[in-house]
């Protein structure tokens, strides 16, 4: 078995700077040898793209928008006509309204709960559909979760419940597609410092508090999840499909803080 992914071709959707997580996918990817097409949205991104594409002597850099069928349609079209296959598709795409990723989830609106699950949940099944024909020869489809799909994380609130059912997606999906060839997975890394992350309410302490506590005394890097998707993707994750993979110091496993971070007498 080898991680190499020499002559592989990767489509990574969800870049939004060089902190994102999906960079530090593509990144990785490229570095274990696989060709690699980006997507963004809107002019706003594309701006932010393009040098990283570069960084990774990227050529297909394509407009998607998960949300408009005739923005993905054109997505994919270009894809097929500039590669004759796929073979590492890799999802990480969410929104909510930042107003509503604080305070009780209780007051979640009816309009951003259907947006939430549109995009952070629907799109990877979208994704999977359109990717499939494509993956010719079998491959892998990744997507990025948190833990606060399982276990209640303060002012996570609706993300929570649509990652909930992204990995509920992730499984059936992997139930699906695994008699072409295609397995489906998501990463769950633990709080990281990135776009995404920052607008969750309460991020510093979340971050600071799974730092101290998580057994690695560590929160996940971007080089982790890098290195934890180009094993997914290559053959020595060649059975590995349907799972939740944590990449978080292994915090998800803790059923209370560590002792040193109690206050005295606690």
Known sequence: ?????????????????DRSIAWGIARALRGAGAEIALT??????????EPLAGQLGCELVV?????????????????????????????????SDKAELSGRFLNTSRGNFARSMEISCYSLIDVARRAAPLMKEGGTILTLTYQGSQKVIPYYNVMG??????????????????????????I??????????????????????????????????LDAVGGTAVWLASEAGAYTTGEIVHVDGGYNVLGMPQPETLAPGD
């Open 40 to 49: 963004y949205q809107g002019e706003g991104l594309l701006r932010r793209v």
């Open 188 to 221: 769950s890394p633990g709080p990281m410092k990135t776009l995404a992350g920052a607008a969750i309410g309460g991020a510093r302490r979340t971050f600071k508090h799974t730092e101290q506590n998580a057994p690695m005394r560590s929160n996940a890097t």
């Open 161 to 186: 419940v649509a990652k909930a059912a992204l990995e509920s997606a992730t499984r059936y999906l992997a139930n699906d597609l695994g008699p072409q060839g295609i397995r489906v997975n998501a």
């Open 1 to 17: 078995m080898t991680l190499s992914l020499d002559g592989k071709r990767a489509l990574v959707m969800g870049v939004a700077n």
């Open 63 to 95: 407009e998607a928008d998960v949300s408009d069928d005739a923005s993905m349609t054109a997505a994919f079209s270009a894809i097929a006509d500039a590669w004759d296959r796929i073979d590492i598709v890799v999802h990480a795409i969410a929104f």
